[in-house]
């Protein structure tokens, strides 16, 4: 027979699963944005903090992490991102199928041979996405004007490009970005959520305090809030 202590504790404890349970999904609302960054590569933790001064302007809460997370995601963005372990593009994929919006910005640009290979297979056999090898182009000379990529999703821009670029293939996806007349950014459903895939680098970009990639960004953050 229940004493009259345990009947308390019992009748507090109901009185309060509410409570925890809001308190609980308002942890998971607060944690539902995420950097996952390999601090090991100078490169990506340059656009890395691009990427956070982005989510910094939206007033949202964030995380930055070395790995994908297990928890539910609304965003993950992964800057400059070179081959993934297995494990990691599995757990991706269920974010993916969760409903997550997730913005990839490729780390091939300036990759080694190797290892372009690596991403290429990775990107095909993680998310169906086909790009070519960057075509072999003579160096700008000194002098010339910059190149750019023109974006004309979630805003019209143009956007400072650098390094090596690959051509992708659009097949089930949406064209966002062209680069001398090659997609080069794309968004792709897949599962419930959304696959924003950059194969130029914008994050560097957002470092310099670029307005154009800020205004961007701040479009993709928005839209992966209505995936």
């Known amino acids: 027979m229940l004493t009259r202590r345990q009947i308390l504790l019992i009748a507090a404890s109901g009185a309060l699963l509410p409570y925890t349970g809001l308190a609980a999904r308002e942890k998971r609302r607060q ?3 995420w950097i996952v960054v390999d601090r090991r590569n100078s490169l990506a933790c340059e656009s ?5 001064a982005a989510l ?6 964030f995380e930055v992490s070395d790995a994908v997370p297990l928890c539910r995601a609304e965003l993950i963005v992964l800057p400059f991102a070179g081959t993934l372990p297995q494990r990691q593009v599995s757990q991706l994929r269920s974010q993916l199928a969760s409903g997550c919006s997730v913005i990839f910005e490729s780390g091939a640009s300036f990759a080694s041979h190797d290892e372009k290979l690596r991403q290429r297979m990775m990107w ?4 169906g996405i086909h790009a070519d090898l960057p075509p072999s182009a003579p160096a700008c ?3 010339d004007p910059p190149d750019y990529v023109r974006y004309h999703w979630p805003a019209d821009v143009q956007i ?6 690959f ?7 949406e064209e966002i970005a062209i680069y001398r007349e090659g997609t080069v950014a794309i968004r792709k459903r897949i599962g419930g959520g959304e ?10 970009m957002l470092a310099a305090e670029d307005h154009q990639a800020a205004e961007l960004t701040a479009g993709m953050i928005q839209h992966s809030m209505s995936i």
């Open 31 to 33: 944690a539902a944005r």
């Open 48 to 52: 890395a903090r691009g990427f956070q």
């Open 56 to 61: 910094r302007r939206t007033g949202e809460r």
């Open 124 to 127: 095909r056999q993680a998310f």
């Open 141 to 143: 000379p000194v002098g």
């Open 160 to 165: 400072r490009h650098f390094g090596e670029f």
């Open 167 to 173: 051509p992708v293939d659009i097949s089930g996806a």
């Open 195 to 204: 696959l924003l895939f950059l194969s130029s680098p914008l994050g560097p």
